[in-house]
């Protein structure tokens, strides 16, 4: 496993809305699935290295919050 391929945990508060967010992050180049009802695994592919993946996820994570009516989302 690449520094880039380190799995992070997203955790909603709303996990009614998992399955959109899911397709979102597909959508952007990221491998992500459902671990529990209200907890994702995602894997940001196209980062360089941890840092750079948790950046862009925290940054892609709250742009798709505020679209979707501000629900807690924590990048663990």
Do not use: K, Y
Request: charged share 20%; glycine share 4%; proline share 4%.
């Amino acid at each position: 496993m690449t520094a880039s391929a380190v799995p992070f945990h997203v955790v909603l508060d709303r996990p009614e809305l998992a399955n959109e967010l899911v397709q979102a992050l597909t959508a952007g180049d990221c491998l992500c699935g459902r671990l529990t009802t209200d907890t994702l695994v995602v894997i940001h592919r196209a980062a360089v290295d941890e840092s750079e993946a948790r950046t862009e996820l925290r940054f892609f994570l709250d742009a798709w919050a505020a679209r979707h009516g501000d629900p807690a989302v924590s990048l663990v």
